[in-house]
């Protein structure tokens, strides 16, 4: 398959923002200035009220790591939730996106569509992963799946990623508490801290997460690509290939693969499968990247947001890897993103992946159904109080115990 596949020409032409906005696929601007100021500023509002809030739920809890590490890991899954339904109910009311669900033979009964017209999956609550990059937004997406999942996982995703995310104030000290693997690129630096990690990923235990003596659920996110695809990313992928003298790729970048042997060589007999997903934005002209038209500006304030977002899972499992031999599972790993640039090819020349009926299980027929068509939405619209409800609680018991203290005090007064 590798040979078949055209060599990308790396040198592309500089984009300016009057190419971006001319023929945008998202459409044309659907608020003037004075919206987007106060779409921002109620942004601004929700960003800040919704994660304060975890944060400072997240400090409430932090003495339990001292006094119970399982109830302490339990309490932060609650919070972890709580993200999970900030980004879903942001994305929902800001920069609503339509969702397309489909799946090769090996997920096959594991998607399925709901009776109001959503999906749920029905993934393992133990799993690596792994996305090609295309947006910094990708993981919000692969998020509300977590959430979609069946039992719901979006209180146990973990992701790998840069360093510099962890000096973020608010956001920065949440995805810390998550036990989210911080890296900076230098593997001697690295491999300590994540091995340390995965070991408390593979502990088994007794406690409220896995409710008996064993392993915690756990979705491990990985980006094997390293960065999203752009014109800095795209020179980066043909310098790496030149390199090491193998094909470059066209629609999506050389996967890196020492990250992830390390993880599966780590959690080995604790994960059964590496789960992989394609994504595609739907509009995206040949030769350009998503980054460069989906904007956080496009999406959250100018109305613009990806007419589609197009998910295509394939299952992998570990065991049939070669996890003994680096060099034999980089070719594995490098052979799967040449499978994937393939299937981007066809998503471009026909507009959908290939086709997966029976990949697909729903409550109705499903003799002609591809995939599943849905949107980012929470099942119920008031779960997004479950964000507040720890701290509220938490107020009004400190008012409580403040009017009981006064009416003591002041009744000895008396």
Same mark, same amino acid.
């Given at each position: 398959?590798?040979?078949?596949?055209?060599?990308?020409?790396?040198?592309?032409?500089?984009?300016?923002?009057?190419?971006?906005?001319?023929?945008?696929?998202?459409?044309?601007?659907?608020?003037?200035?004075?919206?987007?100021?106060?779409?921002?500023?109620?942004?601004?509002?929700?960003?800040?009220?919704?994660?304060?809030?975890?944060?400072?739920?997240?400090?409430?809890?932090?003495?339990?790591?001292?006094?119970?590490?399982?109830?302490?890991?339990?309490?932060?899954?609650?919070?972890?939730?709580?993200?999970?339904?900030?980004?879903?109910?942001?994305?929902?009311?800001?920069?609503?996106?339509?969702?397309?669900?489909?799946?090769?033979?090996?997920?096959?009964?594991?998607?399925?569509?709901?009776?109001?017209?959503?999906?749920?999956?029905?993934?393992?609550?133990?799993?690596?992963?792994?996305?090609?990059?295309?947006?910094?937004?990708?993981?919000?997406?692969?998020?509300?799946?977590?959430?979609?999942?069946?039992?719901?996982?979006?209180?146990?995703?973990?992701?790998?990623?840069?360093?510099?995310?962890?000096?973020?104030?608010?956001?920065?000290?949440?995805?810390?508490?998550?036990?989210?693997?911080?890296?900076? #690129?230098?593997?001697?630096? @690295?491999? +300590?801290?994540?091995? %340390?990690?995965?070991?408390? *990923?593979?502990? =088994?235990?007794?406690?409220?997460?896995?409710?008996?003596?064993?392993?915690?659920?756990?979705?491990?996110?990985?980006?094997?690509?390293?960065?999203?695809?752009?014109?800095?990313?795209?020179?980066?992928?043909?310098?790496?290939?030149?390199?090491?003298?193998?094909?470059?790729?066209?629609?999506?970048?050389?996967?890196?693969?020492?990250?992830?042997?390390?993880?599966?060589?780590?959690?080995?007999?604790?994960?059964?499968?590496?789960?992989?997903?394609?994504?595609?934005?739907?509009?995206?002209?040949?030769?350009?990247?998503?980054?460069?038209?989906?904007?956080?500006?496009?999406?959250?304030?100018?109305?613009?947001?990806?007419?589609?977002?197009?998910?295509?899972?394939? #299952?992998?499992?570990?065991? @049939?890897? +070669?996890?003994?031999? %680096?060099?034999?599972?980089? *070719?594995?790993? =490098?052979?799967?993103?040449?499978?994937?640039?393939?299937?981007?090819?066809?998503?471009?020349?026909?507009?959908?992946?290939?086709?997966?009926?029976?990949?697909?299980?729903?409550?109705?027929?499903?003799?002609?159904?591809?995939?599943?068509?849905?949107?980012?939405?929470?099942?119920?619209?008031?779960?997004?109080?479950?964000?507040?409800?720890?701290?509220?609680?938490?107020?009004?018991?400190?008012?409580?115990?403040?009017?009981?203290?006064?009416?003591?005090?002041?009744?000895?007064?008396?």
């Amino acid at each position: 398959m590798a040979n078949e596949l055209r060599q990308r020409h790396t040198t592309q032409p500089e984009k300016t923002e009057t190419v971006a906005e001319a023929g945008h696929p998202g459409g044309e601007i659907k608020h003037g200035g004075a919206v987007q100021i106060l779409r921002l500023l109620l942004v601004v509002v929700f960003f800040l009220s919704s994660c304060t809030t975890i944060c400072i739920t997240q400090f409430i809890g932090a003495p339990l790591y001292w006094i119970d590490r399982d109830l302490y890991y339990a309490y932060m899954a609650l919070t972890k939730q709580s993200f999970g339904i900030f980004v879903t109910t942001l994305t929902h009311l800001w920069a609503p996106t339509i969702i397309k669900v489909s799946g090769d033979s090996s997920v096959m009964g594991e998607l399925r569509r709901t009776e109001d017209g959503g999906v749920e999956c029905k993934f393992p609550e133990r799993m690596v992963m792994i996305a090609n990059h295309q947006l910094y937004s990708d993981w919000i997406y692969l998020w509300w799946i977590a959430y979609t999942n069946r039992p719901q996982m979006h209180g146990h995703i973990y992701i790998i990623l840069k360093e510099s995310l962890k000096h973020i104030p608010i956001i920065g000290w949440g995805m810390r508490f998550y036990g989210f693997v911080f890296m900076s #690129r230098k593997m001697s630096t @690295d491999q +300590p801290r994540l091995a %340390h990690r995965l070991k408390q *990923l593979k502990t =088994r235990h007794a406690g409220p997460l896995s409710g008996s003596s064993g392993l915690d659920p756990m979705w491990l996110l990985l980006f094997p690509e390293g960065t999203n695809a752009s014109n800095n990313g795209r020179a980066k992928s043909a310098s790496w290939a030149e390199k090491i003298g193998v094909k470059d790729m066209e629609h999506v970048l050389l996967p890196r693969s020492t990250g992830m042997f390390f993880c599966l060589n780590e959690l080995k007999g604790t994960v059964d499968y590496v789960y992989d997903c394609t994504l595609a934005y739907e509009g995206v002209p040949r030769g350009e990247y998503g980054q460069d038209l989906f904007t956080l500006r496009s999406m959250y304030l100018q109305g613009r947001p990806p007419p589609s977002v197009s998910m295509y899972w394939r #299952r992998f499992a570990v065991a @049939d890897m +070669p996890l003994d031999d %680096h060099d034999k599972f980089e *070719l594995w790993l =490098r052979e799967r993103w040449y499978e994937k640039d393939s299937y981007m090819e066809q998503y471009l020349t026909t507009g959908s992946f290939p086709s997966t009926t029976a990949a697909i299980n729903g409550v109705k027929s499903t003799e002609n159904q591809e995939f599943i068509e849905t949107e980012v939405k929470l099942a119920k619209w008031w779960e997004v109080g479950n964000i507040f409800i720890v701290l509220a609680t938490c107020a009004l018991l400190a008012n409580i115990l403040a009017r009981v203290w006064n009416a003591v005090w002041y009744g000895r007064q008396a």
